[in-house]
């Protein structure tokens, strides 16, 4: 790229990443961060602290130079520099302030001698002095590559005394100086020549960046090793895992004969208990086939037979009236009465298989891999949750049929350290296995007591204790870094989620939108900075819906409506004040109707329009915004964080105040220039903490509930975190903005 080309793009590189306008004497912290010198100023008096300020960038501390004047901290001559040479690519468009007559024109020169613009109406005035015959002068216009370089390269000039060259290095002051310094202010101290100086600091710096390179090599010899301990973990893994296998393979398949067993015996056993009812019955059959016989001869008998004849000696009536007599005596078959099958379980070996388990899992450190592998259990007695704390509790089967048809009749009941905490509601779910899943919430961090009662009677293993922490988060990814090539951030600001799990992310720095996997894996990307369709200038806020990517365009003043492939579609807006329009829009986001909610932060409103960009209505149109950076909805309340005021303010769907809660500071439930919003599956308000470098969690009343991570750039450290995102399996995603990344969280 030419020096032309470069000089087109410095634009950004000459902007303060605090007011995001052009630098104003810039100041260069030890951290190497450079920021106007009434941004810092800014930032110290809202601290209140004199003798020290931080960075806004890195957030690290530093100790004010002299007197805690924070002009004593050095000049960006570099900044500077870039900012003589911005003049000369907008002369086109702009013009240039002359130098002399601050008049602005097209038609202008540029003196290398005097380092700065003349007009064509003050230039013979600067060539008619002698003083200034040797003075390289040049229009504009005339302005080739090795021009634009002649004036990046020009020897920096001592701010006290005008004109003067620095040629030292006081050794003693350690500042640069020049000769009118040296003969002043730094009599008597060791001085040498400004380059020889630079060249041995470079020198050493260079030894440094050597050793540095040193140290990572080796460190990447350890990434290797440790890439080799993970295949070798999971392998050793698989093998346990192979192990449990074989051994519950073996375990089911012992308790699957006894089962077969069993029921060869049932089988047996019903095979024979149906024959001898089978010759039962066939006995019984030729009985009556017997009687019937008999019954039909008798009456036929009685039917042809007189009295005199029935009155006279006959066998067979005589036998028929024996054979009664004997049945009355015998009794009828006994058919009351059948064999009775029933199961007996083995208690002792159920019991014995919930409380004693198949087996335990271990791990322990072996030489292999020092301190990279801990593990500890608890089993089930112990639950380390957040404030939700989830029991699994079994029961024998007849109490698992009480629980079932009278789940009343199931309390779980909590001790803390402050006593019985009666007020707590638990909720059941049973699992249909023999288990039921007891959720309850704990008022208080510490030793919980936790007994589960059936008809008043303690179910087995219970009371037991269960340790109730905070919820913990911690980073399971992160992708990007600086860049400007495709997967690489520059200033990550929105972030979205689509139902598909896609990760689209708004750039400040690139101008451009991109989509990324669930994990991290760059899809596709759109956008280029300008004022056209499908660019953009300071892209922030960004939300799917449906199929359509919704974009706020901050500094064009607009919302801009897209595919989700990237492919305009619409836009609405326009920098002004009235309703339709306008300024410097940030927090963007969807309404259970499929409104766009717009935090129109330069007018002091929240604005809500419909997909086609039709006005709707506005909220704090009475004052009660100072700068909203974002509105969502959720159930019947919108959350907006007011940096103004530092806190976030609360309305109903009608835009009616409700209530307010946090304030500046850094305690919990304090912020700091709170950013963009999001709920997460639970119904649970998460706050980017900017300037604290941390996302807060609060029920939607305000109570504050956790927080996670704080400032650094390991895995897990935030820097000026913007927004959050929920992924459908509750992972929140992080736009980390000071590190130029996202992480993901769990």
């Known amino acids: ?30 951290c190497l961060h450079s920021f106007c010198l009434h941004c810092l100023q800014r930032i110290q008096q809202t601290s209140g602290i004199r003798d020290t300020t931080s960075c806004p960038e890195c957030r690290r501390n530093f100790t004010i130079p002299g007197n805690g004047d924070l002009n004593a901290f050095p000049t960006n001559f570099r900044v500077n520099s870039l900012l ?38 003050c230039l013979p005035l600067h060539n008619g002095l002698r003083s200034n015959k040797e003075h390289h002068v040049l229009a504009l216009k005339d302005f080739r590559d090795e021009d634009f370089e002649n004036i990046l390269k020009q020897p920096t000039l001592c701010g006290k005394h005008e004109k003067k060259k620095l040629k030292f290095f006081c050794q003693e002051c350690k500042i640069a100086i020049c000769n009118a310094c040296a003969l002043t202010d730094h009599e008597g101290h060791a001085k040498i020549v400004l380059e020889d100086a630079a060249k041995e600091r470079k020198s050493r710096v260079e030894a440094a960046i050597e050793s540095k390179k040193r140290r990572a090599l080796e460190k990447m010899t350890w990434i290797a090793k440790i890439g080799d301990n993970c295949v070798l973990i999971k392998e050793r893994a698989a093998r346990v895992e192979s192990d449990v296998q074989h051994f519950a393979h073996s375990f089911i398949a012992a308790i699957e004969a006894e089962k077969n067993h069993i029921f060869d015996e049932v089988e047996n056993t019903v095979r024979t208990v149906l024959h001898l009812f089978g010759e039962k019955r066939k006995e019984i059959e030729e009985y009556v086939k017997m009687q019937e016989a008999e019954i039909e001869k008798t009456e036929l008998i009685l039917k042809r037979t007189t009295n005199v004849q029935l009155m006279q000696p006959h066998e067979f009536l005589d036998q028929i009236v024996q054979e009664k007599a004997e049945e009355e005596d015998s009794g009828n078959f006994d058919m009351e009465h059948v064999v009775a099958f029933v199961f007996k379980g083995n208690e002792k070996l159920f019991d014995d ?75 059941i779910k ?14 208080e961090i510490g030793t919980c007591q936790a007994s589960v009662k059936v008809n008043g009677e303690h179910v087995r293993g219970s009371p037991f204790k269960v340790q109730v922490k905070r919820r913990q988060f911690r980073p399971v990814l992160s992708f990007g870094k600086q860049g400007s090539d495709a997967g690489m951030l520059s200033k990550p600001c929105g972030v979205a989620v689509n139902d598909k799990d896609e990760i689209a992310v708004s750039e400040c720095g690139n101008h451009r939108v991109q989509i990324f996997s669930s994990n991290g894996t760059h899809l596709r990307s759109f956008g280029k900075k300008g004022n056209r369709q499908v660019e953009f200038d300071w892209p922030a806020g960004i939300a799917f819906y449906n199929d359509k990517i919704i974009v706020a365009d901050a500094n064009n003043h607009r919302v801009q409506l897209f595919s989700d492939e990237g492919h305009y579609l619409n836009q609405f807006g326009g920098k002004g004040s009235r309703d339709h329009q306008l300024r410097n829009p940030h927090g963007l986001s969807i309404d259970s109707d499929g409104s766009i909610i717009v935090a129109d932060t330069g007018n002091e409103l929240i604005k809500i329009f419909s997909l086609d960009g039709r006005f709707l209505r506005s909220i704090g149109t009475e004052g009660s915004l100072i700068y909203p950076f974002h509105c969502i909805q959720h159930d019947n309340y919108l959350f907006v964080s007011d940096r103004g005021d530092h806190c976030i303010k609360v309305f109903n769907r009608d835009g009616e105040f409700l ?88």
Request: proline share 4%; with cysteine.
């Open 430 to 443: 049973d699992n249909k296995d023999g288990t039921y899943k007891i959720n309850y919430f704990a008022k």
């Open 84 to 121: 003589d040479a911005l003049p000369v690519t907008e002369c086109n468009t702009s013009g240039i302030k002359c130098g002399n007559c601050e008049k602005t024109s097209g038609e202008s020169a540029y003196c290398f001698t005097c380092c700065s613009f003349w007009c064509g109406d």
């Open 1 to 30: 790229m030419n020096t032309k080309t470069f000089l087109d793009n410095i634009h950004e590189p000459v902007c303060c990443p605090v007011c995001n306008t052009r630098f104003a004497n810039p100041k260069q912290l030890p």
């Open 353 to 427: 298989l919930k409380f004693q388990h198949i087996g335990c899992f271990e791990s322990f450190i072996t030489k292999t891999i020092p301190k990279y592998s801990s593990a500890e259990g608890k089993g089930i007695r112990k639950g380390t949750v957040g404030l939700k704390a989830e029991i699994i509790v079994t029961t024998r089967n007849t109490q698992r049929e009480q629980c079932h048809q009278e789940r009343d009749c199931v309390a779980l009941e909590i001790e803390t350290r402050k006593g019985r905490d009666s007020a707590i509601k638990p909720q």
């Open 659 to 746: 209530y307010i809660f946090g304030q500046q500071g850094k305690g919990d439930g304090q912020f700091d220039l709170p950013g963009f919003l999001s709920v997460d599956r639970e119904g649970h308000l998460l706050v980017c903490d900017t300037l604290n470098d941390r996302v807060q969690m609060f029920k939607l009343s305000g109570e504050f509930i956790t927080k996670f991570r704080v400032s650094g750039t390991r895995a897990g450290k935030i820097i000026r975190p913007v927004s959050t995102a929920v992924l459908s399996d509750g992972k929140i995603i992080v736009t980390d903005l000071g590190s130029h990344r996202v992480q993901i969280f769990e």
